[in-house]
């Protein structure tokens, strides 16, 4: 088993510089998107993050991120000690602590904005900021004259009627500034567009822009967030810009990997299709929601796509199932058949060869039943895989390295032929896995079967409890298979599926619960799941001193990455499939 | 013997001199590469008290007893060979008793075991471990020791030799490659020998003398009759001359050339048959001999990729990336757990291709400019730590860790090449350490 740690690692540090906020900022709609000139292919907006800053200063996080191993060596870079040096020229020119500096710069409204330029050339960029305190911008200019006039020959101050006063950077910048407010353009002509729509209100600005009319309309992206929360970042993008940019679809017409086709084909089609894409980030006391919206009307995809939608009216996907100390999961709706039946048009040719492999393998298993007509038309709509914690009764001792059960609960279109079909796969494996265990001098399992709660479980049993403290990893794995109703679950744990059945006969309700239709869903626990990593510390640390830290650094980075996760209470991931907008949500909640 | 006659006669300090030279070439031959620290101990300490301490059991430090635990329960815990050739990797870089490591992985060559029909990490971890025990101990007790040894009777199929039908691959493995080399026994006794060892099986996990299956009838072994067990055989072996001339051929193969003097040989040999094939001793006089130290020695043995890959990270105290390493030396032609055959791996020139030699370079490139297979120490901050103000000092440093020899003639140019880089002082260095590693000359210790 490999794990990516050093992806894990940055992954909860990023989130944890989010998890240190907890504060409310009193930002609803855009105030500066209306001095932007129109014609941005993207736009972004940040709403004090000056007081995020404050917050992520003085919270145990920070301290723990400070003290931390990574820290520590990344203090002894050379390039922190280039950013340490620079950062000390600045104070030094400014009079004033660099971080009070950035925070009051930087830390009430920022806005920045690209302009397309010619095929391959970067584009032109905007850039607004306006300070919470007035005397700010004023009080730098005073502290930056010095240097100001040393470099008289390379720049040009000039003073507007208005008050405005304009830098021009050498012709590779333009800036102006008065009051509370700070204009930056690499084009002169934008700077002037923006001073205009500032100042007077003259001239078209991005806010007129169609894609950006339309995204206020269908994705609420100027409404005030729910439940108090704050709008801390906003970004648009003009996708009909981008796919041209990328030389008419951004998107092609027919993807080259399945995998992606099945799970995102819905979501890369609406966006190549959408005039915008819009991302809004709202934080609260105890948590994060990120969306991201497209345009979706899924009567423009054609029945191309219609096996990735539900029909009207009807929930896509359902609730995870209420298992105890559920780690996770991943749930998604699809019409699968007929996907499979459609593939040839959603995927690209070099692909099929691949397909008629699988079929031919397939037959071997399965005489005269072709996969697609027979066998895949009898599962139904709903894929569910979860993982929980495992209690290792099948065992007189435990894995080494422990793992938690996992569980593929498949809707059945037709119950009782799907059933038959998904037990005789079942055996199939569990024969070609006692060969193999036989080979390798492993216990081989028995299939059988008990009556749990009305409920027939075929699991697999070892003929001798294997014993020991410090088992092999194959030891976490015995499958049992159920079906509950129109449910077949396939578990590689007993306690597992037995949890299944419960929570698959009781009515739905669970942490998955929600009101819009989601075509995919993904939940993880981040409790239960630092559990786990604690309880296999070991193993992680031992990858660590294999890729050249000692047993102390190991020992001490996993420790932090603990302290960490720990914050964390759980993540979220899904797509909601609305009339007119297509979203994928991602959330996350902390302690 | 005289001494103008011993081919294995003493190392003359007195009129060569000790320098740091010689310790270098002493420790790149019996440890796999040398730290800047190490060679400058050997040379202050002088040759007896480095060979004491290589030949004696030396404490190791509190980290690498952590990091070494950490690493073995990982791979027992795992299965994954991977993780246990991580391991011994590890050991390889980082142990205080190289010398035992390099006997270690010699021993694996020679009683070459290969993980791809064992397929188990405990067994592999046990036979590595009998190797390690009896390393610089008696090969006599070593012998034995693999006779029981789990891992062997599984890849030697011991289980299938029966009393009434005697399976032969251990019997003939041990007379050819393990004992007495090819064409100094008979095909009958390779057939006798296989009976006495009938019996020796494995049984949940562990050595079973299985009574029911071995043949108790008299053999005839070597000329020699009697109801021999596999104990005995092992002792007929060694009472054969050509017992002592097979292994001291492979030692000074190993260690001193690749074409050993006969005279040399039979010296060798003598001394082991003298100390009962007690191994400390042999090698003493091995590394403490003239011909060890002679011209004809020095530089005349191709880095093996063990040498190469791992020699290199511990000599520039590299923080190691072990699984990557690893797998560069398994694509170098030398894969840990897993030799290519029973013969193990033959080495000499036959590390050389055109293949390994692209990697070889490759391998200098990675090491110097990325941390793909570890992060050495940043040359520039070396510099400062150690006040070297000049760029040949600096040179001079990396040419005598890696060339263990003098720039001389090398300087200008190592110069020149400095000077015609671009970039920080760091990046210019490494591209002088990326230089030497490429050399050809460091493709030879």
Known sequence: MSFQLFHVRSFALVLGLLVAVGARFAAAESELVAAFPAGAVVYGELSDAGAVAERLHGSAYWSTLVDSPQWKQAQGTPQWRQFAAGRTLVERQLGMDAWEAAKSLLGHRVAVALYPRGPGEKPNVVALVRTADAGFLPQLREQLAPMLALAEEKLHVSQALDGVERINLDNHGFLAWKGDWLVFADKEQLLDQSLSLLAKNEGESLKQDQPYQAMLAQAKWDAPPSDSNTRLLRVYANMAMINQAAGGRFVPEKLDNALSSLVLGESLQLASRSPYLSVAVDVGDHGWLATATTAGDRAELGELYAPFFPPAGEAGVKPFPEVPKLLGGVTIYRDFAKWYGLREQLLQEQLMPEFDKFESGLANLLPGKDFGEDVLPLVGRRLTFVAAPQDFAHLDGEPAVKLPGFALVVELAKPDEAAAILQFFTQTLAAILNIEAGQQGRQPWVMTSEAYQGVQIAYADYLDKPTGDKLGIAFNFLPATARVGDQYILSSSRGLCRQLVDALQQPATSIGAHEAPRTIDTSLQVGPITDLLEENREFFQGRMIQEGRTAEEAKAEFDVLITLLRRLVSLRLSTVAEAKTFQLQFAGSWQ | ?445
């Open chain 2, 1 to 445: 013997m005289s001494a103008a006659a011993d081919p294995l006669a003493p190392f003359d300090v007195a009129t060569s001199g000790w320098t740091r030279r010689h310790a270098a070439h002493l420790l790149w031959r019996a440890q796999h590469g040398a730290t800047d620290a190490e060679v400058t101990r050997a040379h202050e300490e002088g040759l007896p008290a480095t060979l004491d301490r290589l030949l004696s059991p030396q404490p190791e430090t509190s980290e690498f007893t952590a990091a070494d635990a950490t690493l073995a329960q990982l791979a027992a815990d795992s299965g994954d060979i991977g993780d246990l050739k991580a391991w011994w990797a590890h050991r390889i870089v980082r142990t205080a008793n190289p010398l035992v490591e390099k006997m270690t992985l010699f021993w694996h060559n020679h009683f070459a075991t290969s993980n791809t029909k064992v397929d188990s990490v405990p067994r592999m971890t046990a036979q590595n471990d009998t190797l390690r025990t009896h390393a610089v101990g008696s090969f006599r007790e070593l012998l034995g020791a693999m006779t029981r040894d789990v891992a062997m009777l599984v890849w030697l199929d011991g289980n299938a030799n029966r009393r009434r039908q005697p399976n032969e691959n251990f019997a003939r493995e041990l007379l050819e490659l393990f004992a007495l080399g090819v064409g100094n026994y008979t095909e009958r006794d390779i057939q006798e020998a296989a009976r006495a060892f009938t019996g020796g099986h494995v049984r949940q996990e562990k050595f079973w003398f299985n009574a029911r299956q071995h043949d108790e009838g008299a053999k005839q072994v070597f000329g020699a009759s009697g109801n021999f067990d596999g104990g005995e055989i092992i002792d007929l072996c060694l009472a054969q001359p050509s017992c002592a001339c097979f292994l001291a051929t492979k030692l000074l193969r190993q260690f001193v050339m690749p074409l050993p003097p006969d005279q040399s040989i039979d010296a060798l040999a003598a001394k082991l048959r003298e100390q009962d094939y007690q191994l400390a001793p042999a090698l003493r006089t091995l590394f403490a001999s003239e011909l060890f130290f002679s011209a004809a020695a020095e530089r005349s043995i191709i880095k093996s990729p063990a040498d190469l890959v791992l020699g290199t990270l511990r000599t520039l105290e590299a923080r190691a990336n072990l699984r990557p390493a690893v797998q560069l030396m398994a694509e170098l032609g030398q894969n840990l757990f897993e030799p290519p055959t029973v013969k193990g791996w033959e080495g000499g020139r036959l590390w050389i291709n055109s293949a390994s030699m692209l990697k070889r370079a490759n391998f200098a490139t990675d090491l110097a400019f990325s941390d793909r297979y570890g992060a050495i120490a940043d040359p520039a901050e070396l510099a400062a730590s150690r006040h070297w103000r000049r760029i040949d000092e600096m040179l001079q440093h990396y040419v005598e860790l890696l060339w263990s020899a003098d720039a001389g003639e090398s300087l200008p140019l190592l110069e020149q090449a400095m000077s015609e880089t671009h970039g920080t002082l760091s990046q210019r260095l490494r591209g002088v350490v990326h230089l030497v590693l490429a050399a050809p000359r460091y493709q030879l210790m």
